[in-house]
């Protein structure tokens, strides 16, 4: 069986293939006869969309990369209807062609305690749903966990292999490149001002370093995974990364996201395969600040000023939330309904948010408090810091697996302390997609064919004792 995307036996995919023309075949019928102008339109839509469905649902970790690609796409990118139909289209091919896989080929299916501890959270969030205000808020926060935790399921299931683990990491650097090139479209050619707050792609300026930050591993990967003149060019280009990333989330002036940055870098220094980057960042900062003083102007200016109050106004939020849980402590307010049940506590403390109707805690933790109350915040916490111990537990079978692949450690770790900096006080932040790639991430080690591996080359290593007689 392969490790990447095993194909199902031939006669499985004739008949997927019979049904899919089938299906392209009616479906060109159906609409040719209504008499719709747009049918010859829709009817080679349709037939696409069945080629790429028949694709996908063959090669289920392939249909996993696309759903985690659209995931992460920015919100300028998102057409309304045609993004949420591909978006949610991709999510249900890739949870399908891992379930048929598992079925067709018998696979034994070992469920990671993080993905345990965030579907009993799902299941208690549904209940939630009997007292929350509103059911609308409720459904699309709920979707949105559900998504989440549709990844997570699945990275953790298919993510076990180098090459499984490549194919991700290509995923994140597409990703990555596809924001620094957007972000400077926008500075040399998108009317961007000096001393305004750059935004890419419609996006939150704080979430537009945040998702540079997870996207890192996906540059710096290839670098410890090649030699020669394969790791110099992907070095050249991991640097010229980081070089951009520092300047557009200055020009962004997001200070959480700064600071992010530079939590990584200095995280890098502790261990030898990552130092590199560390002293090349550094570096790179050091030489931001000196040659070009105007593009940290907005973020020297906004740190200087400290717009919003302490830490942009997060410690009336945080105040107001834990009011908030404070009286509904053992059910909550009702899934996605914290926001707008926190303005009645914020109103009376401040004036800063009285063109809203809802206020988000900026903080993951409070936000899930607020809304699931204890047992909520309890299941929630847990999945996290379970993940974190995973990670760090089971550190060591990616240094016995393969000296190259030893660096995945440091790499995460550091990428890690960072975007987490920046999570905990980030509003939204709960359910968003990066949260639950990241805890894919930290999963990766703990089981599959790399771990078996892994203890099979420590077993070898060991000398049997005899006692020669």
């Keep these: 069986m392969s490790n990447l995307s095993p194909d199902l036996p031939s006669p499985i995919s004739l008949m997927y293939v019979s049904s899919a023309v089938l299906l392209a075949i009616l479906m060109a019928l159906v609409l040719i006869l209504s008499g719709d102008p747009r049918a010859p339109i829709l009817a080679v839509g349709g037939a696409g969309y069945a080629a790429i469905a028949l694709y996908l649902v063959q090669r289920p970790l392939s249909a996993l990369y696309v759903a985690v690609f659209l995931a992460l796409m920015p919100m300028g990118l998102r057409s309304g209807l045609v993004y949420d139909v591909a978006a949610n289209s991709a999510l249900a091919l890739a949870l399908g062609a891992w379930l048929l896989s598992v079925i067709v080929q018998r696979q034994h299916i070992q469920w990671n305690a993080v993905c345990v501890l965030m579907a009993l959270y799902l299941v208690w969030a549904v209940v939630t749903l009997l007292w929350a205000p509103d059911l609308i808020l409720a459904r699309k926060e709920l979707v949105a966990y559900a998504s989440g935790f549709i990844v997570l399921l699945l990275i953790s299931a298919e993510v076990k292999s180098i090459a499984a683990i490549d194919g991700l990491m290509r995923v994140l650097m597409l990703m990555g490149w596809m924001l620094i090139l957007a972000g400077l479209q926008a500075v040399f050619a998108g009317g961007y001002q000096l001393g305004e707050r750059l935004q890419v792609l419609e996006m939150n300026e704080n979430l537009f370093g945040v998702t540079l930050v997870l996207t890192l591993p996906g540059q710096i990967w290839p670098v410890l995974r090649s030699s020669g003149l394969t790791r110099a060019f992907h070095l050249v280009l991991s640097i010229f990364f980081i070089l951009c990333t520092l300047g557009l ?20 220094f502790f261990y030898k395969p990552m130092r590199p980057f560390g002293i090349v960042g550094i570096i790179l900062v050091v030489s931001l600040l000196a040659i070009a003083p105007l593009a940290t102007d907005v973020l020297v200016r906004r740190f200087e000023e400290g717009e919003g109050g302490d830490l942009g ?15 509904h402590l053992w059910s909550g307010v009702g899934i996605g309904n914290g926001p707008s049940e926190l303005y009645e506590y914020v109103a009376p403390l401040t004036s800063n948010y009285a063109d809203r109707s809802s206020v988000p805690s900026h903080n993951p933790l409070l936000e899930v408090a607020a809304e699931t109350g204890v047992l909520g915040v309890v299941l929630y916490a847990s999945a996290v810091v379970l993940g974190i111990w995973q990670f760090f537990r089971y550190r060591r079978r990616l240094h016995n697996y393969d000296e190259l692949v030893a660096g995945y450690f440091p790499l995460v770790l550091g990428v890690s302390v960072g975007y987490f900096a920046s999570w905990l006080k980030g509003g939204g932040m709960a359910a968003h997609p990066t949260f639950f790639i990241l805890l894919g991430l930290l999963s990766f080690p703990v089981s599959g064919p790399i771990a078996r591996a892994s203890d099979i080359q420590v077993e070898s290593r060991r000398i049997p004792l005899t006692s020669g007689l």
């Design 249 to 268: 989330v200055a020009l962004s002036g997001s200070r959480g996201s700064s600071i992010s940055l530079l939590l990584v870098l200095l995280a890098f």
């Design 313 to 327: 106004g997060r410690v009336v939020l945080w105040y107001a939330s834990l009011q908030l849980v404070r009286d």
